[in-house]
Structure formats: structure tokens, C-alpha cells
């Protein structure tokens, strides 16, 4: 192990930066052709790549010679076949504001975008009075109510959300699971609260609300299916009757807090570690 540390050794800042910028371009990369026909091209361009070197380890000079010439080829076709791809990519990256924009300033956006499509989603069920449990899982795990109902993993968006609470579709009754930007589940099945102090007026849908913010730090919107009202359950303790601009503000407030928070533990770690090596 000597030749690694003598590498390790060896490396500089500039060895750094070099490293970071490639692993954030190849890293850009593989987001970007994710799920495409891309990706597929990529992994059949690793196998003949390999192929290639084990023939010429093996010394196998007719099938070496092959396989050079084919992507010697292969590269044209690349460029003939997904042109369309290669024009996405370009275009992406005219589009990214790489020196205008901070990381973190990204992610607010991004959040701020999530916060959006679930205040979209909600101002049309309530004008439909269609009713609408949305939990959002925050350091207490709700994996036991995800696997309750059906799993979604899917990104955020106001037309999804507002199709799985459509009434008489397969996934209209029951809570939504939202964990960061991902809805993880929907028909899940919450706990009623066992409060006897809870307004009489207040039906299941409340109840499950207030029981599931009882048992666990989330935050739960509710949608009244007979008056479209618009509440909010949090620590077993409910807000009603709220207006979109209310409900904008107490989630950008849960994000804000989230953020607070995940810096004040990366800190903690930081220090407890830190303490451990001086120990």
C-alpha cells in the first residue's frame, strides 16, 4: 500500500479542484441522460471498451482489431443517430447558470418550486371540495404508514397529486406520504387520535390528521371534502380555515426550519467528531 500513500502524498490543491470539476461534469452527465436511450448507449460503450482491453490482454488480435475498427465507427453513428440527445445536452448547458447562482440558492428555489405545486394542488381540490390528506415525513420515519398504502415514488407536481385524490380512483382514499421532493406513497392508512377534547364536528379525515401528528414530527395538510376548508395538523394540535397565502407561508416556514436544523446537526457532528480524533 505504500504506492497509495505515496499518491496521496502527492496530491495537491489543484489535484483536487482537477478531480472535483471532472466528477461534477461526469456526474451533470449521467443526471442528464438518465432514463434516455443514452443511457443504454453508455453502458454498451463500457462493455466494448472492456471487451476491447481483454482481447488485447488475452492477445487476441483479430477480435482486438475488430473491435477497434467498430468503435472507430461507432463514434460517427454517435453523432448521426442521437443528434437529437447531443442538442438537448448543449442546450442545457446554455441554459445553466453555473456562476450566477449559489448551491443554496438553488435549493431554495427547488423548494420553493416543491411548495408551489402542492399550493396549486391543494387551492384546486379545496375549490372542488375534494377531499385531500397530505403528510410530510420530517425526522420521525413513517415508513410503517408508507407501507400501509400504495408506493409512488414520484416527483412533486400539482396534476399528480390532485389526480390521486379524484374521487372513485383507485387512490383517492387515504393519506399521501411527501418525503423532501418525493411523494413515497398514497392510500396510506394514518392512526385516529384517541383526544376526546376534538371538536365533535370534526370527521375522520381531521382525526387522522391530528393522530398521525401525535405519534411523529409531520406536518399535515387536510382538504374538507363537505366545505373545501383548508387546515393544517402539527404536534396534535390543529389550525383551520386557512387561506393559500397562510398555507404558502407555514410550509416555506417547515423548509426554513428543515435547513436550520440540518446545519445545526452537520455542525454537532462536526464538532463531537472532531473532539473524538483530539481524544
Known amino acids: 500500500m505504500s504506492w497509495l ?38 453502458k454498451g460503450i463500457f462493455i466494448i471498451l472492456f471487451l476491447t482491453n481483454v482481447s488485447k490482454w488475452l492477445e487476441l488480435y483479430t477480435t482486438n482489431w475488430i473491435l477497434e475498427k467498430g468503435m472507430t465507427v461507432g463514434v460517427i453513428a454517435i453523432l448521426i443517430v442521437f443528434q437529437p440527445e447531443l442538442r438537448r445536452a448543449l442546450e442545457y448547458i446554455g441554459r445553466t447558470k453555473f456562476l450566477s447562482k449559489s448551491f443554496i440558492e438553488i435549493q431554495r428555489e427547488e423548494e420553493e418550486q ?8 391543494v387551492a384546486s381540490l379545496s375549490r372542488q371540495k ?10 420521525t420515519g413513517l415508513n410503517e404508514v408508507v407501507e400501509t398504502g400504495t408506493k409512488i415514488k414520484g416527483t412533486v407536481s400539482s396534476s399528480l397529486l390532485i389526480n390521486i385524490f379524484i374521487p372513485n380512483t383507485p387512490l383517492h382514499d387515504g393519506a399521501v406520504v411527501i418525503k423532501d421532493d418525493t411523494i413515497k406513497a398514497a392510500a396510506c392508512l394514518l ?14 379525515r381531521h382525526r387522522a390528521a391530528i393522530g398521525i401528528s401525535e405519534l411523529s414530527d409531520c406536518l399535515v395538510i387536510i382538504v374538507s ?55
Open 5 to 42: 500513500k505515496d499518491i496521496m502524498l502527492n496530491i495537491g490543491i489543484k489535484d483536487l479542484i482537477d478531480i472535483f470539476i471532472v466528477a461534477f461534469a461526469i456526474y451533470k452527465m449521467y443526471i442528464l441522460i438518465k432514463e434516455t436511450r443514452a443511457e443504454q448507449l453508455l
Open 130 to 139: 375534494i377531499g385531500a390528506l397530505i403528510v410530510f415525513e420530517r425526522e
Open 114 to 121: 416543491m411548495v408551489d405545486e402542492i399550493i396549486e394542488a
Open 191 to 204: 392512526p385516529l387520535s384517541e383526544n376526546m377534547q376534538i371538536n365533535k364536528e370534526l370527521g375522520t
Open 225 to 279: 371534502e363537505e366545505t373545501g376548508g383548508i387546515s393544517v395538523a402539527e404536534s396534535g394540535r390543529l389550525m383551520r380555515y386557512l387561506d393559500v397565502k397562510a398555507l404558502k407561508d407555514i410550509l416555506m416556514k417547515t423548509e426554513e426550519k428543515s435547513e436550520i436544523k440540518q446545519g445545526l446537526m452537520a455542525k454537532w457532528r462536526k464538532k463531537l467528531y472532531g473532539k473524538k480524533e483530539e481524544e
